[in-house]
């Protein structure tokens, strides 16, 4: 009997290679615990989904990572169904997105209150509704601005969008843009302050504007000038929303006292056949005078279809705060029938006029009301045309020195009912529009998320392609390279 040689065992061949595929086996197996184990303790996570609905827009982060006090988010919501407060509108994990904002800040801290064990809660922060379950509480905690609070109801974490009838039906949640815009709020000293002028037959904004508006903190409230006082601040702004009849000569000189107290205003103007004097006194005070008509636009490129007198307008400043980012962004707007704006020579040394929104060179003004062609005629006003202008005037109140802003544009239906502006640039034009006159390098808009995250789908034809690669293809790949290794062994 041959007596077992250990020495010579272990100084084969075969066993040599079967040693080695055991240790690289071990290594890699080892190597791939330790990294799973890495990332484990790191919390590393990928959002995989396609609109990214589980990762917050780079605003959320800088503002929270600016964040200096303390912040308590309340949850108004049963306990166990935290990642359900979504259920039957949306697929999203309520939870999981609320996660975003604990990791992105550690002043930040999440707190669920069921309201059914605690009914007294939320009695400190009602004011003109009840709080009730789905509804948010953002509150400051520390700071100068401790106790101050926002409430987000239940219904504002949608973003809705109206039929013909307006009937409301979700179109997307609206969970970061609100809890972001309290963040802000809950943090910031000083609050906006929108008046819209009322007492001339005006024209209401979209119910988009206004809502984004609210979404961006900025305190709406309508004033009727002849009764009531509009105070002059950086951060108050009137609104001029095509005024049906003019304004009275008191109600004229409040207006221009609030703009050169260093005040600031958005004009919206449609052609009105009316003569409307004092509100021309105003713009032709900063050096804007009105060219009653329609813009015809003539070039194809710059009018929406076959409809000459819905504008594509030209930026004309790309380089402005108001319309750098709807260049970057390639975002159209859409002026419907637009008037002309022309720049006057006599103005304020001080007063800087910039050119928005310009229309083609091929445009023409219809200046006759009562045509029976789109036609040009004689009479009618050759382009380009301004549609837009941006206003600044260095003044002094007093001694203090002060500067008035102004945005005029030669319409007002662009961000009307009638339009869709959330599907356009138009909504972004004026919420820069509403920023730049505050100051502000850019505003809080947020997109909103998607109601149901959109899943993979995989044709017929794909299905039958993965299942062949990896039920027949790679094992047959492994068999055949595992045979070749063995016979070659074997005759080693």
């Keep these: 009997m041959n007596k077992f040689n250990m020495s010579k065992a272990f100084s084969d061949k075969k066993f040599k290679f079967g040693g080695y595929a055991t240790i690289v086996t071990v290594a890699v197996v080892a190597i791939m615990i330790v990294i799973n184990l890495i990332v484990g303790s790191l919390g590393i996570e990928i959002d995989l989904t396609k609109d990214k609905v589980y990762s917050l827009d780079k605003k959320s982060y800088e503002i929270m990572s ?5 912040i308590n988010v309340y949850v108004m919501v049963e306990t166990g169904k935290e990642s359900e407060l979504f259920a039957g509108v949306s697929e999203i994990d309520f939870a999981q997105l609320m996660d975003e904002y604990q990791k992105g800040s550690k002043k930040i801290n999440i707190i669920y209150k069921d309201p059914v064990l605690y009914p007294q809660f939320a009695k400190k922060y009602q004011k003109d509704n009840e709080i009730s379950a789905g509804d948010i509480i953002v509150e400051s905690a520390s700071g100068e601005n401790e106790g101050k609070f926002k409430v987000i109801k239940y219904m504002e974490l949608f973003n809705a969008k109206y039929d013909e009838y307006q009937r409301p039906s979700v179109e997307s949640l609206a969970i970061e843009q609100r809890v972001t815009s309290a963040l802000e709020f809950v943090t910031t000293k000083d609050q906006s ?4 002028i009322k007492g001339h037959n005006e024209l209401p904004l979209s119910i ?3 809502n984004q508006l609210e979404k961006e903190n900025y305190q709406i409230t309508e004033v009727n000038v002849l009764t009531e006082e509009i105070k ?6 009137i609104v001029m929303t095509t005024p049906r009849k003019d304004y009275t000569d008191e109600e004229t000189e409040k207006i221009l006292s609030f703009l050169e107290d260093g005040g600031r205003a958005i004009v919206l103007l449609d052609f009105n056949q009316a003569k409307l004097t004092n509100i021309d006194k105003i713009l032709r005070r900063y050096g804007v005078n009105t060219q009653n008509g329609v813009i ?25 705060d108001i319309t750098k980012k709807l260049v970057s962004d390639d975002l159209p707007i859409v002026i419907p029938q637009a008037m002309g704006l022309e720049i006057l020579e006599q ?13 083609s060179d091929k445009a023409y003004l219809k200046v006759n009301p009562e045509a029976q062609t789109i036609e040009k005629e004689v009479g009618d006003l050759d382009g380009p045309f301004n549609i837009a202008l941006a206003i600044e005037e260095a003044n002094y109140n007093e001694s203090t020195p002060v500067v008035s802003k102004l945005l005029v544009v030669s319409n007002s239906y662009f961000v009307g009912e009638s339009m869709q502006v959330g599907a356009l640039g138009n909504l972004d034009l004026i919420m820069n529009s509403f920023n730049w006159l505050q100051d502000k390098q850019q505003g809080l808009y ?21 299942s062949g690669v990896f039920v027949i293809f790679i094992p047959l790949i492994v068999i055949i390279l595992g045979s070749v290794v063995y016979f070659r062994r074997r005759h080693l």
């Design 193 to 196: 302050l929108v008046y819209f």
């Design 347 to 359: 103005k304020n040394r001080s007063t800087e006029i910039t050119p928005l929104l310009v229309s």
């Design 232 to 237: 002059a601040d950086s951060n108050n702004i």
């Design 296 to 320: 015809v636009e003539g070039s194809q490129s710059n009018r929406l279809q076959e409809s000459p007198a819905f504008l594509l307008p030209i930026i004309a400043d790309k380089q402005h």
């Design 208 to 210: 988009e504007v206004t």
């Design 66 to 70: 600016n964040l200096e006090d303390e």
């Design 446 to 466: 947020i997109k909103g998320k998607t109601v149901i995250p959109e899943k993979l789908t995989i044709s017929g034809l794909n299905s039958m392609i993965l």
